[in-house]
């Protein structure tokens, strides 16, 4: 179960300042008829990523054991779309101490940064690791970088097996990767070609990883399925938990100033939600000028270094609030407390957690700072599922509402673009003649 509260994102509880009024939202109400029916005619296409909660699963399931049974170590390789869902599953849904306790112990290789690839080196063993490589493009440099070297080392090591050890998750068709996976046997997982990176989580980008882990993956679907039932039906802002959200930021943002869109959840494990987050609405929506900054905070740690600025800095801000109610463990404070911090016997940690977060909603209402808190009974599968794709919707609709594409990235491309040129890469000759134009190091400071 998911509970959103937008109570204090209303003009009724935080002024017309900073609030919304009812009216206000219920006036978008042709528009979200017509957009809804838009969406649920895009489904094949630009909104395929709605289509994944019904994908069949055996394979993925069955390969992940495969895994699960041959291997003591699971490395990911990938970046941003292929990468960040698969670390949010893994972190949000496994124990903290997985690594200590299971097998096969998860690493993830995403950035070129040779520490991390030296410090994921030494805590595996190579000949008992298998290596998933995820890559929409099957070319971006970081992905094909870092596999590059395993791969030889994988050939040192293993000689012909190698190939045991790799398995590919990529486009069905174009990219290197596949053309070398075709070449040389290996299994592969197809990405959906209608599915963009960020919106890729519950294809086999993110099943894949998460079965391996033993994340129960048809709960993850059963709770994506359950928010596309609810998506699907419900026209009425009020009743639509993604159309309520893309409203409710739109609103704050292009209405009321609020150009920052911090997400701050209540529990350790949700940390890589908020960059999967912060991913999806940043890359989705940060073009023509427009978009909001989505900015992660954990509670109570932010409360002691950013609530003062939400509270009274400048006023840019809409905070999401993520809560856990019930939770596996919990550590009871002895009763036995000295006099002048009696007040926190027989509480627990929990219960502290949670009374934090009111406290701090009842100061930010008080500073009138816009703030929704999304609660879930427990930190689940089924939960997850519903949250992944309640913010994925809401995200494919707010493309709507700013009238811009959210599904592509041709900012992102230009980088990629112009470190090929610099990487020597044929064919983007012309690209670094425009690096070199545009790129001057002429006011420099050297301290020796
Ligand atoms: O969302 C996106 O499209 C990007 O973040 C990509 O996922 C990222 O750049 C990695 O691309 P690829 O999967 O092609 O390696």
Redesign the pocket.
């Known amino acids: 179960m998911i509970r959103i509260d937008y109570t204090n994102v209303m003009a009724e509880v935080i002024g017309e300042r900073d609030g919304i009024l009812r009216e206000e939202l219920l006036s978008f109400r042709h528009f979200v008829v017509e957009t809804h029916s838009i969406i649920q005619r895009e489904k094949d296409r630009k909104f395929y990523f709605c289509k994944l909660p019904y994908q069949d699963t055996q394979e993925i399931k069955d390969y992940a054991q495969h895994i699960r049974e041959n291997f003591e170590y699971f490395v990911l390789i990938?970046?941003?779309?292929?990468s960040l869902g698969a670390k949010m599953l893994f972190e949000s849904l496994t124990d903290l101490n997985y690594n200590l306790k299971n097998s096969p112990k998860f690493f993830a290789l995403e950035n070129v940064d040779p520490a991390v690839f030296a410090s994921v080196l030494e805590q595996i063993d190579i000949k008992k690791t298998c290596f998933n490589v995820?890559?929409?493009?099957?070319?971006?440099v970081e992905?094909i970088a870092n596999f590059s070297i395993i791969l030889s080392m994988l050939k040192k090591e293993l000689g012909d097996k190698y190939k045991e050890h790799l398995v590919f998750t990529t486009d069905p068709e174009k990219g290197f990767l596949r053309k070398l996976g075709n070449q040389e046997g290996i299994k592969m997982f197809d990405?959906p070609p209608k599915v963009?990176?960020?919106?890729?989580v519950l294809s086999p980008v993110g099943l894949l990883p998460a079965a391996v882990v033993g994340i129960d993956i048809d709960e993850l679907l059963s709770g994506a399925k359950k928010m596309d039932l609810i998506c699907s039906i419900e026209e009425h802002v009020e009743h639509n938990p993604a159309y309520l959200i893309a409203l409710t930021h739109y609103i704050a943002n292009m209405r009321r100033g609020k150009t920052i869109s911090v997400m701050m959840p209540y529990a350790e494990k949700l940390s890589s939600f908020v960059d999967w987050y912060r991913?999806l609405w940043a890359?989705s929506l940060g073009k023509d000028g427009l978009g909001q900054t989505p900015v992660k905070a954990i509670g109570t740690i932010d409360q002691h270094s950013q609530i003062q600025l939400y509270r009274e800095g400048i006023r840019d801000k809409i905070i999401t609030f993520i809560q856990i109610e019930e939770t596996e463990e919990d550590f009871k404070i002895p009763e036995d407390l000295p006099e002048d911090i009696s007040y926190l016997s027989g509480h627990s940690l929990h219960e502290i957690l949670n009374k934090e977060l009111l406290g701090t909603k009842a100061a930010l209402i008080k500073s009138k700072v816009p703030n929704i808190t999304i609660s879930m009974d427990k930190l689940s599968a089924y939960n997850i599922g519903m949250m992944i794709y309640m913010y994925e919707l809401a995200t494919g609709f707010s493309g709507y509402l700013y009238k811009i594409n959210p599904f592509d990235?041709p900012a992102?491309e230009e980088g990629?673009n112009f470190t090929y040129a610099l990487m020597g890469r044929k064919g983007y000759e012309e690209k670094l003649e425009e690096f070199k134009e545009l790129y001057k190091e002429k006011y420099k400071i050297e301290i020796q």
């Not at 990938?78 to 292929?82: D, E, M, Q, T, V």
């Not at 963009?196 to 890729?200: A, I, P």
């Open positions: 990938g970046i941003g779309g292929s995820v890559t929409k493009s099957g070319s971006t992905t990405i963009g990176g960020r919106f890729s991913q890359e990235q992102v990629k």
